[in-house]
């Protein structure tokens, strides 16, 4: 299995690939609809932004701001690597103000499920993530 860093480009083209082979994500694509930026800062590869799109039956991930975007997510490599390897819940760094949310709350927890399936997706690409 080879290793990838994470949010490296190779990283983001692992996510793609797996968002678009979801079918979970693309029914619910089907009665959800959300765009979703993220923006990591301070990274080793500076500021990454990619982007959840989900809505019309399709679900997608890649590179780059949503649009159109209903939600943005601003946050530090360090914090961003806490969440994603668990040593920090996502919840903890909302609500300490580690995590900017800007955008539309209600979206956000209206598409709950679709962010349940997004965390299976992400499962499969973490076993084989570096997060140096």
């Not at 959300?34 to 080793?44: F, L, Y």
């Not at 806490?82 to 955008?103: D, P």
């Given at each position: ?29 089907q ?9 990591v ?50 919840q ?15 979206k ?25």
């Amino acid at each position: 299995m080879r290793v990838i860093r994470y949010l490296s480009l190779e990283w983001l083209d692992a996510l793609t690939a797996e968002v678009a082979g979801s079918t979970e994500l693309q029914e619910l694509a089907q009665h959800h609809t959300i765009g979703v930026t993220q923006v990591v800062a301070d990274g080793p590869e500076g500021t990454v932004i990619y982007h959840l799109q989900v809505g019309n039956g399709t679900a997608s991930f890649g590179a780059g701001q949503a649009f159109p975007e209903d939600v943005r997510m601003e946050q530090t490599w360090e914090t961003a690597t806490a969440v994603a390897t668990g040593t920090l819940n996502a919840q903890e760094a909302f609500i300490k103000g580690r995590i900017l949310l800007t955008g539309s709350q209600q979206k956000l927890v209206d598409s709950q499920p679709v962010f349940a399936a997004l965390d299976t997706v992400f499962r499969t690409v973490r076993d084989r993530t570096e997060y140096l």
